[in-house]
């Protein structure tokens, strides 16, 4: 039972360049989340899917967008990195009822480098 | 706008002393505030809910609804205790759940 699952655990762009953060989770969660990590900034939602087939913005959508391609995974796509992207990036599940309603389960988080 | 605030970025505390960090949230509607915790080289992890009502490591945080806050209290503080604290806050029963700026507890000895 790994949890959460996140690849790469890091990674250097030039500026323009295009990636996918991979996540994938094995709790048969319904929910899952693309947060970013910024010194002084805390955790900033990036995007959310609530189930399988659904997406919504979060905080800070802007210059990404996701996809969930099924119930296990939830990938977050850069098209054109910039440098202020950089940041440490967490992927987490959570599932909907029951005594572990919200909470969240973390991936070891992704370093994303901009130059 | 919903808002997570956790105004003090770093809280330094010696061993034995009470530690208070402090969490306020603006939301209209019922909030779930949750507490979670980054130990160093270790995950994000869930510390504490306010629905349980539970002490978990000698930690409590009450919802104050009046002064829309949530904040994490220990009488006696542990040198383990240092790490990273976040402030989470979920809209009623909806999924979206967004989070404070941290605060860095750091335990002297």
């Known amino acids: 039972n790994a949890g959460v699952t996140q690849t790469p655990k890091f990674q250097v762009l030039k500026t323009g360049q295009s990636m996918t953060l991979q996540c994938a989770q094995d709790?048969?969660?319904?929910?899952m989340y693309w947060y970013r990590q910024d010194p002084g900034m805390g955790l900033r939602l990036i995007y959310y899917?609530?189930?399988?087939?659904?997406?919504d913005k979060g905080e800070v959508p802007n210059g990404y967008n996701v996809s969930r391609l099924n119930k296990r995974e939830f990938s977050l796509r850069l098209e054109s990195a910039a440098p202020s992207q950089t940041s440490v990036y967490f992927c987490?599940?959570?599932?909907?009822?029951?005594?572990?309603?919200?909470?969240?389960?973390f991936g070891e988080g992704s370093r994303l480098t901009v130059l | 706008a919903q808002r997570v605030t956790q105004p003090e970025k770093l809280l330094s505390v010696f061993k034995g002393a009470p530690v208070e960090l402090k969490c306020n949230y603006s939301?209209?509607?019922?909030?779930?505030l949750f507490w979670y915790v980054q130990y160093s080289r270790q995950r994000l992890q869930l510390l504490l809910r306010?629905?349980s009502r539970e002490s978990i490591k000698g930690f409590t945080a009450d919802l104050n609804k009046g002064e829309t806050s949530f904040h994490l209290k220990k009488p006696f503080a542990q040198e383990e205790d240092s790490a990273m604290y976040y402030c989470?806050?979920?809209?009623?029963?909806?999924?979206?759940?967004?989070f404070g700026s941290g605060t860095r507890l750091s335990i002297r000895p």
């Open positions: 987490a599940s959570s599932f909907r009822g029951g005594g572990q309603d919200g909470e969240l389960f």
């Open positions: 709790m048969n969660h319904n929910s």
């Open positions: 899917s609530a189930s399988e087939g659904t997406t």
């Open positions: 939301y209209s509607g019922s909030p779930e």
């Open positions: 306010h629905i």
């Open positions: 989470a806050l979920r809209y009623s029963s909806a999924s979206k759940i967004i």
